[in-house]
């Protein structure tokens, strides 16, 4: 029983405080997630979601507390190095580079061997070659992997680059608004492929869309002004007076 609990886990922030001059964006805030779990972070604008991403991803640094994956601490390594760990972050403005076509670009996100040269022509190991394929059809785009990704329309663009998060073979996938700028119907279509992944990934989710939310069924955990306000399904934490009153009661 807590040997399997322990093996599960994936992530632990434990306790972190982010204080920019006095300013604490994370407040003493802690949070795990098991392997395979999708897990949706939602708060007001200024809770601090966007500064968890940054401290997982090792961009910002702690002045207390840990983030431990797999059982190692990570808070203080550099970005590159807990990326080769396994974690990959996507951000909510696409960063596709829209001359190259859309499978040259999931070829660059799958290089393990990061020389850009060798991402194209004849090089390409087998595995990555699989990875992108793989990631393609997840997202829908293999009719359009040899269009350039600058004509891609705005969800494409999106969808390419969740893909590009899928082809670095990443455990641990961190999407930063993954809906921004999208309509109900690619909305949708973003909660389809992220349920698609399964449990073969593990997923951290910042979205403010609640219908986005809704059909991602996942549990939800609710930061406040930096803290840890609640966690529980998108029903209970819908039902709770003080989620209400922070933020689902602004957007009701
Ligand atoms: N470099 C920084 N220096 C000072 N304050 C910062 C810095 N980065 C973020 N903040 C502040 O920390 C708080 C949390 O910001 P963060 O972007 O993490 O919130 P968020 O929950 O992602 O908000 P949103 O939903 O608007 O994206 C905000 O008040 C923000 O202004």
Known sequence: MSGSAISDLLLSVDGVTIDYSGFKALDNFSMTLNRGETRVVIGPNGAGKSTLCDTI???VRPSQGRVLFKGEEIQRLPEQQIVARGICRKFQAPGVLLTLSVRDNL????RKDRRWWKSFGTGIPADEKLAVEEAL????LTHRAAVEAGTLAHGEKQ???IAMVMATGAELLLLDEPTAGMGPAETSRTAQLILGLGDSR???VIDHDMSFVEQLAAPVTVMHQGKFLKQGSIAEVRADAEVAAVYLGHTA
């Open 159 to 161: 969808w390419l680059e």
């Open 107 to 110: 070829a660059l996100a799958a």
């Open 202 to 204: 593990t997923v951290l």
């Open 57 to 59: 991803i090792g961009r």
């Open 137 to 140: 059809e997840s997202v829908g």
